[in-house]
């Protein structure tokens, strides 16, 4: 997955979005004929040589220092996630040791699953990081509605997406949806390089999906905690929830939560959910894990 190209791209693209004036650089003479800044400006920024820096440019990570990594998410002006993104790149890259890729748990602990079911009252799921819903309670079935079913476990987020059409239709902000898939499984390719799932996950959205394949190029990471998310479902229409997302530590899964604010029109109808799945409930275990 990661590899010089992706070093390379990355440090090119952040470095093409900022202005000189952004940087508090000076500019004097002719207007540039390139967005963004001059490889030797960054350089400078850095504090290291414009050779050192070329030769970074170029995907090649051998022997930098955190010292180094850190000046240039500084000069880059590199947000968390692309300073956390740039450290992954840099170690999936050098040949000084080996890349240790997490291992998701194979199973969901019998504790998280109780858990999931104890929130009548909140639609909820499991994922890992490839995007692979693997286990859901019964609000989250009624939300997703013609979606996601329990037969259909594991359903890949990112697949459906970018490849099912009823996805424009279910989404209603496509677009932001879509940027925040590929920029979260950006995110994971840069700690998981070694990932062949993730990796043909990718390879079949790129070749799949022209508008996954444009925002993959754009090398955009983010860390995603909590968004507005506007759903139009078959059970009660249009609905605004806010999404959170929890990380279970050590077990390479994230709870998805979704919850209304307090006497609002969503609050209603998110009852109006509730209500349907505790009168649907399913009496077979909804536990699909990916092997």
């Known amino acids: 997955m990661a590899s010089r190209s992706d070093v390379s791209e990355f440090l090119k693209t952040r470095r093409a979005r900022i202005t000189p004036a ?4 000076r500019e004097f003479g002719r207007a540039r004929r390139v967005p963004g800044l ?23 990570t051998r022997g930098v220092s955190d010292s180094v990594l850190s000046a240039l998410a500084r000069a880059l002006q590199l947000d968390d996630a692309e ?35 104890s929130m009548s009252a909140t639609p909820a799921y499991l994922r890992n990081a490839r995007f692979d819903i693997v286990m859901a ?10 979606v996601l079913t329990p037969d259909a476990l594991p359903l890949n987020l990112a697949r459906f997406l970018f490849l099912d059409p009823r996805a424009r239709e279910f989404f209603i902000d496509w677009g932001r949806m879509a940027d925040d898939i590929t920029s979260a499984l950006r ?5 998981s390089p070694g990932d062949q799932a993730l990796s043909r996950l990718v390879g079949e959205l790129a070749t799949g999906s022209a508008p996954f394949a444009t925002r993959w190029a754009r090398h955009d990471v983010r860390f995603h905690v909590t968004s507005t998310k ?12 806010t999404g959170d997302a929890l990380d279970l530590a ?42």
Do not use: M
């Not at 952004?22 to 650089?25: D, F, L, R, S």
């Not at 490889?39 to 090649?60: F, K, M, N, P, Q």
């Not at 309670?137 to 013609?146: E, K, Q, T």
């Open 22 to 25: 952004q940087a508090g650089i």
């Open 38 to 60: 001059k490889r030797e400006e960054v350089a400078l920024l850095a504090g290291v040589s414009t050779e050192y820096y070329a030769r970074l440019e170029r995907g090649d």
């Open 83 to 117: 300073r956390v993104h740039l450290f992954d790149l840099a170690k999936a890259t050098s040949p000084a040791g080996p890349v240790t890729n997490r291992v998701a748990r194979p199973t969901v602990r019998p504790s998280i699953a109780r858990l999931l079911d």
């Open 137 to 146: 309670n019964g609000p989250c079935f009624a939300l997703y509605a013609g």
């Open 187 to 191: 995110v994971e390719a840069g700690k």
């Open 230 to 241: 506007r759903l139009r479902t078959s059970l009660v229409g249009e609905i605004e929830l």
């Open 250 to 291: 050590g077990d390479g899964l994230t709870l998805i939560a979704y919850t209304a604010e307090p006497a609002s029109r969503a609050q209603e109808q998110l009852d109006l959910l509730i209500s349907w799945a505790l009168n649907h409930a399913e009496t077979e275990p909804h536990e699909r894990i990916p092997r």
